[in-house]
């Protein structure tokens, strides 16, 4: 067999083997290796690397459009010195994503601004790195999509559907009151999913004023017990995250204008 049927039929073979991006660069390393004469083991391995980078960067890309992000927003653009009460070791120990592997579940605790929502969002993009289904969603989008849910017969499969996420990211709980019914909904889809995953709940009330969300405090209690059980609880009790971000911007924009 001479060498161009032999590179042809080795390029059909990876993309048989679903190696696509090996099957891609295979021309660029072979170039590189007449060139520069690695061994046989550098050669393949240099295919490998390239495809396993690749797969990761695919992987995440999906498990990031899965989530369902508003914004996405990382660790490294959270500005932690506008947050000196934050306790950084545990935000970079929960980065690591034990919690999701334990099922344990995060809520944060603070005022709008405080950036609760960005810190949230942060730890599902680390979630979607280790390759853990995640999902975020507003607290009254998703009351809205179990009470349509019911209405269509659909209740179970989506419940069920949110029950297989590994992290579950519930924003803005407290911000707008829940009808009994969606009080009632929300709840099966938290006991659903307890010991099977993480829940990160942000919320601007504090544990004794849920009741005014959920109206019935039998089922409150009982939801709190299950939530906040192993549960790591961060209070963001500092001044607006996001207004001082803000001021921040600004600052550095007059300095910028007054260098210019």
């Not at 959270?78 to 929960?94: A, G, K």
């Not at 280790?130 to 969603?137: H, L, S």
């Not at 590994?166 to 307890?194: C, H, K, M, N, T």
Request: charged share 30%; proline share 2%; net charge positive.
């Amino acid at each position: 067999m001479n060498k161009t049927a032999t590179f042809v039929e080795l390029r059909e073979n990876l993309k048989s083997l679903m190696l696509s991006t090996m099957a891609r660069g295979l021309e660029g390393h072979l170039r590189q290796a007449k060139e520069h004469g690695p061994g046989y083991d550098e050669f393949l391995l240099d295919l490998t690397v390239a495809e396993i980078m690749a797969r990761t960067e695919n992987r995440l890309s999906r498990r990031v459009r899965e989530a369902k992000f508003p914004l996405v927003k990382t660790m490294e653009g959270f500005d932690f010195d506008l947050t000196p009460d934050l306790d950084i070791r545990l935000v970079r120990e929960l980065s690591g994503c034990d919690y999701v592997k334990e099922r344990r579940n995060i809520i944060f605790l603070g005022r709008s601004g405080t950036g609760k929502t960005h810190l949230a969002t942060a730890l599902g993009v680390e979630a979607c790195k280790n390759n853990y289904r995640t999902r975020f969603v507003s607290c009254y989008t998703l009351v809205n999509e179990l009470i349509e849910a019911r209405q269509d017969k659909d209740l179970q499969r989506l419940i069920q559907r949110y029950s297989r996420y590994e992290l579950l990211i519930l924003d803005e709980l407290g911000y707008i009151p829940f009808s009994r019914e969606g009080s009632e909904l929300l709840f099966q889809v938290l006991a659903e999913r307890q010991e099977k995953g993480s829940v990160i709940i942000t919320t601007n009330l504090g544990f004794a004023d849920w009741t005014q969300v959920f109206g019935d405090p039998v089922m409150t209690a009982a939801l709190l017990d299950r939530l906040t059980n192993k549960a790591h609880i961060v209070n963001c009790q500092w001044e607006s995250y996001r207004l001082k971000q803000s001021l921040k911007g600004m600052g550095r924009q007059r300095n910028e204008g007054e260098r210019a």
